[in-house]
């Protein structure tokens, strides 16, 4: 799979992509889509190689891990097995979500420590929130010592080359004492240490606007997750471009928002093979979206 288009096919098959996303198209490097591995969970721990082959094959370019221990690694495969696998298939991992409660909580590295070592020998370059535990965030002050623990968390990833990231869902809009756990981190963590992961789905979910919050805070974002909603019931998942999301109006802003990586996730299936699903979702973002 190639991972940049050259500028004969940009100017050819790519053309008519420009008009209807020229910010998109000058804001990636055109690695390809990537793939969150969560919306292939099941199917994971069962035969982890032929899943990677299989992700590849859907047309991937990358994939954001999650689930990673020290003992068993990714799914019985040691980090460095892991990269090899996804060396092996033509992939690569920009991100992984590592949950970093212990750290909020008492402050200990060990945890956190395997995941920077999970991070490194896999090629990472973000270690990614993916949610916390609720408990830590009741009051605004909670939200300001939580935001100034990212900002320690950030620094030490700093000093062994990656960088941190959070990981919305929609809890993070629920008002307390006159602001919000997202406008908080926004707020008091430093952009140069944390990046942002927004999850398009839950800010929609949760009634807001992606573009607005873009605007609001232009480059925090490298990564984005793209998982659209069922038109029906919008506490389901559908593949993209099928839902009720307009990511075609949202993703041209991705210069303005800063991303660098566009990150299928899925969580659900109705009626559809999970790999005829992210194969859709990948086809959409590579010929409709231009990702």
């Not at 003992?71 to 949950?99: I, R, V």
């Amino acid at each position: 799979m190639t991972s940049r288009r050259t500028f004969l096919t940009q100017a050819g098959l790519v053309s008519a992509g420009i008009m209807l996303a020229p910010q998109l198209l000058s804001a990636k490097d055109k690695k390809g889509p990537g793939l969150q591995l969560y919306s292939l969970r099941d199917q994971l721990p069962k035969d982890v190689k032929g899943v990677i082959a299989n992700i590849a094959k859907a047309g991937y370019a990358e994939v954001e891990t999650f689930g990673y221990s020290a003992k068993n690694g990714f799914w019985g495969l040691s980090a460095k097995e892991f990269s090899a696998l996804l060396k092996a298939n033509g992939l690569t991992t920009p991100s992984g979500h590592y949950g970093l409660d212990e750290f909020f909580g008492t402050g200990k590295m060990d945890t956190f420590n395997s995941y920077i070592e999970a991070a490194l020998a896999t090629g990472q370059t973000y270690i990614v929130i993916p949610g916390l535990n609720h408990d830590f965030i009741k009051t605004a002050a909670d939200f300001k010592s939580i935001a100034d623990k990212m900002n320690k968390a950030a620094a030490i990833c700093k000093t062994h080359g990656l960088k941190l990231g959070y990981h919305n869902h929609n809890f993070e809009w629920k008002e307390t004492e006159g602001t919000t756990f997202y406008d908080t981190i926004l707020a008091e963590t430093d952009p140069a240490l944390v990046s942002m992961e927004m999850d398009i789905y839950w800010v929609v979910r949760a009634g807001h606007d992606p573009v607005s919050i873009f605007k609001k805070h232009p480059g925090r974002f490298a990564m984005v997750h793209v998982k659209d909603m069922d038109k029906t019931n919008p506490e389901l998942n559908t593949e993209i471009g099928s839902g009720s999301i307009d990511f075609k109006t949202i993703l041209s802003n991705a210069k303005l928002a800063g991303i660098k990586h566009f990150i299928v996730e899925q969580e659900n299936y109705t009626n559809i093979d999970p790999y005829k699903s992210i194969a859709q979702s990948s086809a959409y973002l590579k010929n409709t979206l231009h990702i």
